[in-house]
Structure formats: structure tokens, C-alpha cells
């Protein structure tokens, strides 16, 4: 719950509560944030971890990937070496059945020789049984009938016999097979060749024989191409191309259904005929070896796919890191901040429930956060005398209408002591900038309140004291002023005493002479009244008072000691409404302002001295003008002169203006100088002074 609060009261002082109290003095200026001393930046295993398993499952599917290929590569050899055993079956099946079938036609053939050894019915024999022959042996093109000179006797069929070898030097195959057959008295194979019409061919030669004589030879044509369409069966030729070469790998003849590439091949001698003829079988890639590498394929497709969609974790993992990082630092700063601030701070919600307190307004009130948090009013550092006026202000503030200038209240700590705060509401507003209850900074001015205090009771005394030594300045003339009606007191009463003694008295006589003795009396009491009140200590009060009667006051006091001085003083005071003003504290600042004036005039010429004092109503405020003709005030002391304790006399104590200033101000009024140059002497200051009319 608190760990809630924190994070909603990060989003919301950032937005409102911040600017609210940036520039108050009492926000701490040392607020030292470190992520690294943060607890939860210190212990962070997982970021250490996070590359380490981040790299696993890569190197898992490298190892997979590794595997999959080697078995697939291991498939793929025993395939491999599957199919050629195949192949090589397969071609040692062809070669011999070529082989039989071969010797089954020599067989016959020599049979036929045999039988044509008899000379009757030779050329009848040789044409029947050839045509059988020819029949049942469609790779035979040919069978001929030579003589012993090779000089052909009949061929069957009995076409043009062209089957001689093209551009022959020399022997042609035929001749050469003719020779060998005669001399080694065998059938015998002549050698490959190609006929005039680019057939390739071989022929066999079998000697007939009469008796011990070379009688003839029978010859058999083999146009290897038909030997092999008429031999090879389809299916073979569907699996694999069939290929009569020669050591110099010469083609003779080929037979297949299908073309492209090969994907091995396996050779055989092929004898007969022999000559170095050769049976060559290539065999064609079968359907599963492209299965195979469509698999391969798509392992290796989805491997990659795999490692894209990795590499896009790990930067999404990366980020949601950085991230963390980020949030982690912005909260040890707000922790950091939070510890830091002497300043008391509380949210409530909208209905007035505590859900934050942040650790100074703990210190300040006493009760620590769980004692506080979710409490609704009355809280209790509510201080019980004031819960009315408490708890007025707490509708008022969620009312939304606490004074922005702040205002200020009574508390109460948990043992019992009272305190003052002062209190700036603000709008809690969300992270989605909703408003959701209201901040409070608490500042405990209970010091300052003290020290305000202080500073007043002193001010008071250094009024007092100022004005005793007003009056101490004003001591002598002050007796002169008593001197005269005591004197005329005593003087009388002589008179009186003189008239009792005469016998003569007559109680008309008396009566004026003790008239008159009251009147001194009375004027003497006066006297001694004015200073009696004016060396009272009083609280200041303000209340209604006719300015008119205090300027009047003040001349009474002055007017003895502004004759000895031979200073004029001329007051035009017309009929002014009252002003709200402790009156005690106006005589001060006009007999002030006054005597300094006749001080500044002690050097004039008698002709010069004069002192004016007016007042008149202007912009709902009195202002009072007191001027003098006397030597002016200095530049260079012009902004000293407010200053306490600023003094050019040499008997002066230089508290006077600064008084002044501070009474005015009480006042809501303003004091300040103006240098007369308008005036008859051309020199003189005017001290000008205002008061309201109207109290707050
Ligand atoms: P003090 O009268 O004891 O010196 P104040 O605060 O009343 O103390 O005055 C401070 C100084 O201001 C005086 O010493 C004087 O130099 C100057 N000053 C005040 N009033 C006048 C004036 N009317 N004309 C010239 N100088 C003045």
C-alpha cells in the first residue's frame, strides 16, 4: 500500500506539487541522490545474469542446429551409399542379361553355321532361319552370308548392304573381325563403329565351315542402339540413363526417359562384344534427396527464424532493462528527496483520507506513516481546542478553496505539544492528469513564530527606549516649559497668602488669584500628562483618531523647544476624516520627523527657519508632509538613511527613521524622502508619510 502511494506521489509532484514549493527557503538545497547507494540498485543480480541467459538459448539452438545437420548429413550418406549398391545391382543384373541374350543369338548363329556346313539347301536354310532369327532378335538389324573372300552371298533382310564403317582407312571392323574369326576359327565381335548413317554398330562374325575348310562366314549387325531399346526394360530407363561407351569414353549408344543431371554413375566392361566397351549407368536424383534439402532448408529457414525472433527479445528485454534501470534511479531519487525535504509533506484522496506522508511530516507531528495513512478526520494531530476551526479549514481545502498564499494552523504533536504550521495546499493530479485529492506541504513555524515575536517585543522596546530619549533630548526645556506655570503658581499663591495675612481679605480679591492658580495648576498637570502618556508602554492599538488633534499634540510638545531654537513652525492641517492608527505610535513618527527637521535647520539663517507640516486626502489615503528648509541630506547617505543605527550626530542614536519606517509599514503606509529644490532657500528635505483610510 505505501509502496503505491510512493509511485502515484512521484507522478504527481513532478506535475503540480513541485512548482508549488521550488522556491520556498525551506526545500533542502542538499538533496545528494546516487542510484548506486540505492538498496535496490546495489542488488541487482539479474542484470548481471541477463546476457549469460540471454546467450543460452542461443547457443542451445547452434547446438541443435549443429545436430540436426549432422544427422541429416549421416541420412544422407547411408542414402547415398544405399543407392549405389542399388546401382551397381542394378547395372550387373543389365550387363548380364545383355550378356545372355548375346550368347543366346551367338548360340543360334552357330548353330545356323553348323547346319549350313551341308551344302544342299544352304542358301533355303540360311534365309529361314534367319528370319526367325531377325524375328525374335529385333537388335539385329542384319544377318548376312559371306564367302569365304567376304564377298556377301545373301543378306537378310536383303537390303542394301551400307553397313560399312564411314571414312575407313585401312581394314574396316568388319574385315579385321572377318580375320579374326577365320583365323582363330571362333565367332568373333568386330569393333564399334559408326555406319554411313552415323549408327553405331557391331557386328559378329561366324566361320562356317566345310569340313576342315573355311567355308564362309555368317554376319550378324548390331546396331547398338536397338540393342539397347530392345534390351533395356523401362523401368530402368525410368530410374537411370544407359550408356554404351568406350575407353576414350566415346558414346556409341544411350537410352533414357528422363534428363538432367546425374547424380552417380557406375561402369561395367561390356564383353562381350568387348573391344573395351563399357556399360555406364548414371542414376537421377530420387524425390527424397530434394525432400531432404527442402528439409535442410527449412530447418535452416526456422533456425533463423528462431534466432531473428531471439535477437528481437533481447532488445525488447534490453529495453523493458533500461527501463527497469530508469525506474529504479527515478525512485531511490524520489526516496532520496522524500528523506531529504524538512518540509512535511501529506496527500489526501478527495474524501479527505490520509494516503501519503512522507517521513519529515512524521518527524514533525510524531506518528509514524502506518499510524497516519488511511485515517480520515478527525486526525490526530488535531489539536483539540481548535478542532472546529480545524476542521472548517479541512472542508475549505476540499472545497478546493484553501488560500494559494497558505494559510496557517495549530497542531498537535503525539506527546501533547502544540505547534503552528503553515499549510500550502495543492491538486494531486495523476499520472493520466486526473485529480485525485490534494497535497499538502506542512512547514513547522513555530520557531519562526517565536522569533517573530521577539523581534516585535524588541521593536516595542526600541520604540520605548527611543522615545524616552526623545523626551531625555527634550528634558530641559520641558522643565523650563513646568518652571513657568509652577512659578506663576507659587507666585500666586504668595499673593493669596499676602492678601490672607493683610486682615483685609476680601473674598472677591481671592477669587481670581486662585482662578488664575488653577489655570497653572491645570496647564502644569497638562504638561506632565502628555509626557506621562507619552513615555507609557503600551500593546499597539489601532483605533479611530483625528490626525488633526495628534499634529496638535506634537506641536504642544515641540513648540517650547522650537522658540528656543527660533524655528517657525506652520501647520496647515484641514478637516480630515479619522484614521485607523495607534496614536502613541503617529506622535512618535511626527515628533521624529519634526525634531529632525529642526535639526537640519540649526545652521539656517534665523529668516530660514521654518518647518511646514500639511496633510491632505488623496487616493483614499492621508498623506502627511513634513518639510524643512534646512541643509539637505547628502547623496551618498541617502540610502542609509533607514537604516537602524545610521546616525550624522554626534549625540544621535540613528534609530529614529528606521522606527518610523517600521510604524508606517505597521500602518500599511509608506515613508519616504523627497530633496526640496522648489523650496524658498533652495534647499530642504521633505519626509512624506501615507495611511490608509480604510482598516483591512
Ligand atoms: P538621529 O536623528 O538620531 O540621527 P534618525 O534615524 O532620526 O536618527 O536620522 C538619521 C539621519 O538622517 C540623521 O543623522 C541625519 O543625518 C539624517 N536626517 C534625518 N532627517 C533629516 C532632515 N530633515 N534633513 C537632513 N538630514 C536628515
Same mark, same amino acid.
Given at each position: ?452 515575536? !521577539? #523581534?516585535?517585543? $524588541? ?8 522615545? /524616552?530619549?526623545? +523626551? &531625555?533630548?527634550? *528634558? ?23 492678601? !490672607? #495675612?493683610?486682615? $483685609? ?8 488669584? /486662585?482662578?488664575? +492658580? &488653577?489655570?497653572? *495648576? ?175
Amino acid at each position: 500500500m505505501p509502496q503505491k502511494n510512493k509511485l502515484r506521489l512521484g507522478e504527481s509532484i513532478t506535475k503540480d506539487v513541485i512548482p508549488a514549493y521550488c522556491g520556498y527557503p525551506h526545500i533542502p538545497s542538499r538533496v545528494t541522490i546516487d542510484s548506486m547507494d540505492s538498496p535496490i540498485a546495489h542488488h541487482n543480480p539479474d542484470k548481471h545474469r541477463l546476457p549469460w541467459l540471454l546467450a543460452l538459448p542461443k547457443f542451445g539452438i547452434v547446438l541443435l542446429m549443429a545436430a540436426l545437420m549432422a544427422l541429416l548429413w549421416l541420412l544422407q550418406q547411408s542414402e547415398r551409399e544405399e543407392q549405389r549398391n542399388i546401382l551397381i545391382k542394378d547395372v550387373l543384373w543389365l550387363e548380364q542379361n545383355l550378356r545372355f541374350h548375346l550368347e543366346g543369338n551367338r548360340d543360334l548363329l552357330q548353330q545356323l553355321a553348323v547346319d549350313m556346313a551341308e551344302p544342299q539347301e544352304r542358301a533355303r536354310l540360311f534365309r529361314v532361319r534367319s528370319t526367325h532369327l531377325l524375328k525374335n532378335s529385333p537388335e539385329i538389324s542384319q544377318i548376312s552370308w559371306l564367302d569365304s573372300e567376304n564377298k556377301p552371298i545373301i543378306a537378310v533382310p536383303s537390303r542394301n548392304l551400307s553397313d560399312s564403317a564411314a571414312n575407313q582407312k585401312g581394314p574396316s571392323p568388319t574385315e579385321q573381325a572377318f580375320e579374326v574369326a577365320k583365323k582363330l576359327g571362333k565367332p568373333a565381335y568386330s569393333q564399334p563403329f559408326f555406319n554411313q548413317s552415323q549408327q553405331s554398330i557391331i557386328e559378329l562374325l561366324i566361320p562356317i565351315y566345310n569340313g576342315a575348310e573355311l567355308g564362309g562366314m555368317l554376319l550378324a549387325t548390331y546396331p547398338l542402339n536397338d540393342l539397347l531399346n530392345s534390351q533395356v526394360p523401362w523401368w530402368f530407363t525410368e530410374k537411370y540413363k544407359v550408356e554404351i561407351v568406350d575407353d576414350n569414353d566415346t558414346l556409341f549408344a544411350s537410352k533414357t526417359n528422363l534428363e538432367g543431371l546425374y547424380a552417380d554413375s557406375y561402369q561395367i566392361p561390356f564383353d562381350p562384344p568387348g573391344h573395351g566397351l563399357r556399360l555406364k549407368v548414371s542414376n537421377y536424383p530420387n524425390d527424397q534427396s530434394i525432400l531432404q534439402r527442402l528439409l535442410t532448408l527449412a530447418i535452416l529457414l526456422l533456425a533463423g527464424g528462431v534466432f531473428w525472433s531471439l535477437w528481437l527479445i533481447r532488445g525488447l528485454m534490453q529495453k523493458s532493462t533500461r527501463a527497469e534501470e530508469a525506474l529504479r534511479s527515478e525512485h531511490a531519487f524520489r526516496a532520496a528527496m522524500e528523506d531529504s525535504l524538512t518540509v512535511g509533506m501529506r496527500a489526501r484522496d478527495l474524501n479527505g483520507r490520509i494516503i501519503y506522508v512522507n517521513p519529515a511530516f512524521c518527524r514533525m507531528t510524531g506518528f509514524s506513516a502506518e499510524e497516519l495513512v488511511d485515517r480520515t478526520p478527525p486526525m490526530p494531530y488535531w489539536a483539540p481546542e481548535h478542532l472546529d476551526d480545524t476542521e472548517a479549514m479541512h472542508r475549505v481545502v476540499l472545497a478546493g478553496q484553501a488560500p494559494t498564499e497558505g494559510f496557517e494552523i495549530t497542531f498537535m504533536r503525539k506527546n501533547g505539544e502544540r505547534f503552528q504550521a503553515l499549510v500550502y495546499e495543492a491538486k494531486l493530479i495523476d499520472g493520466n492528469g486526473q485529480h485525485t485529492g490534494w497535497m499538502a506541504s506542512v512547514l513547522d513555524i513555530t520557531e519562526r513564530k517565536h522569533a517573530e515575536e !521577539l #523581534a516585535r517585543q $524588541q521593536q516595542e522596546q526600541l520604540q520605548f527606549t527611543a522615545r /524616552l530619549v526623545t +523626551l &531625555g533630548e527634550m *528634558a530641559s526645556t520641558l522643565a523650563h516649559e513646568l518652571n513657568q506655570p509652577l512659578a506663576a503658581i507659587a507666585s500666586y499663591n504668595t499673593g493669596c497668602l499676602n492678601l !490672607l #495675612a493683610s486682615d $483685609q481679605v476680601n473674598c472677591q480679591d481671592l477669587k481670581p488669584a /486662585l482662578e488664575k +492658580l &488653577g489655570a497653572q *495648576a491645570q496647564r502644569a498637570g497638562k504638561i506632565i500628562r502628555r509626557v506621562h502618556d507619552f513615555v507609557r508602554k503600551s500593546e499597539p492599538k489601532r483605533a479611530p483618531c483625528a490626525l488633526g488633534e495628534v499634529i496638535d499634540d506634537c506641536l504642544g510638545f515641540v513648540e517650547p523647544d522650537a522658540r528656543k531654537r527660533q524655528i517657525r513652525i506652520e501647520a496647515e492641517i484641514p478637516a480630515l476624516p479619522l484614521v485607523p492608527a495607534d496614536r502613541l505610535m503617529l506622535e512618535q513618527v511626527l515628533l521624529n520627523l519634526i525634531r529632525n527637521g529642526m535639526d537640519a535647520m540649526a545652521e539656517s539663517p534665523l529668516a530660514d527657519r521654518l518647518l511646514r507640516i500639511t496633510a491632505m486626502v488623496e487616493n483614499n489615503e492621508i498623506r502627511v508632509t513634513v518639510a524643512d528648509q534646512g541643509c539637505g541630506i547628502a547623496p551618498e547617505i541617502r540610502d542609509k538613511l533607514y537604516t537602524a543605527f545610521f546616525t550624522t550626530k554626534q549625540e544621535g542614536m540613528g534609530v529614529g527613521l528606521s522606527i518610523c519606517r517600521s510604524i508606517i509599514e505597521f500602518h500599511r503606509g509608506r515613508l519616504w524622502t523627497e530633496t526640496l529644490q522648489n523650496s524658498p532657500t533652495g534647499s530642504g528635505t521633505a519626509f512624506i508619510f501615507t495611511l490608509p483610510l480604510e482598516s483591512e
